[in-house]
């Protein structure tokens, strides 16, 4: 079983619609994170939760929510959905150390009509 | 002009071939730097961390140019399984809420 894993892995939703993503992890890490990746760009922060109790927003938190329910589950909302919310989202964990890897989920792919 | 820039690719190489990319960053309070490699339509995954003096895991060698604040990953005798698109990823203050990722940069190997 993978130790991030993100669900849906594929969401079709439309233009105004709430839609919540889900992330879950099993590597007893603190800090999870939730990026957008989109075509020609690197991948950016959305936001960012160091403790259950911490949320922190990213570079890109506008339209967006998230929910830091437990250490392991992180989930990100888009309360009114809009088509350049259309990308990939990848949800991550690390631990504390200065070179600590990101460990990413699979991925969910969002198109927004 | 983005914080981070690669070139996108691709670079077609064959079996065996050194291939060698750079990654530029205009930040010069940058303080940690990585290569992450992303397979087509997967999850990027640490490839190696890049330390001022150079570092080599294996086929991979990594470099770092403070002074001209560019990146280099250098991949030796290259398989069909380096395919992939190789992320450069800069900290502005060291922390993992400041990472800057580029693009990528796409390598084929070719048989």
């Known amino acids: 079983d993978a130790d991030v894993t993100q669900t849906p892995r594929n969401r079709i939703t439309k233009t105004g619609k709430r839609i919540?993503?889900?992330?879950?992890?099993?590597?007893?890490?603190?800090?999870?994170?939730?990026?957008?990746?989109?075509?020609?760009?690197?991948?950016?922060?959305?936001?960012?939760?160091?403790?259950?109790?911490?949320?922190?927003?990213?570079?890109?938190?506008?339209?967006y929510s998230v929910s830091r329910q437990a250490q392991a589950k992180f989930s990100l909302s888009l309360e009114s959905a809009i088509p350049n919310q259309t990308a990939l989202y990848f949800c991550a964990t690390s631990g504390g150390g200065p070179n600590s890897p990101l460990h990413f989920g699979n991925g969910t792919r969002l198109t927004v009509t | 002009r983005k914080e981070v820039e690669q070139d996108p690719g691709p670079f077609n190489v064959p079996e065996g071939a050194t291939v060698a990319f750079n990654c530029t960053y205009s930040n010069s309070a940058s303080q940690s730097f990585f290569w992450y490699r992303q397979d087509c339509r997967k999850e990027p995954k640490l490839l190696m961390s890049v330390y001022s003096s150079g570092n080599e895991d294996g086929r991979f060698t990594a470099q770092l140019n403070r002074a001209s604040q560019y990146i280099s990953l250098l991949i030796r005798d290259s398989k069909l399984s380096d395919s992939a698109t190789y992320l450069c990823v800069v900290s502005r203050s060291g922390g993992y809420n400041k990472l800057i990722f580029g693009a990528g940069t796409r390598l084929a190997v070719h048989p």
Do not use: A
């Not at chain 1, 890490?29 to 990026?35: E, N, P």
């Open chain 1, 20 to 63: 919540m993503l889900e992330c879950s992890q099993t590597k007893g890490h603190d800090r999870m994170y939730w990026y957008r990746q989109d075509p020609g760009l690197g991948l950016r922060l959305i936001y960012y939760s160091f403790d259950v109790k911490d949320i922190n927003k990213g570079e890109i938190s506008d339209g």
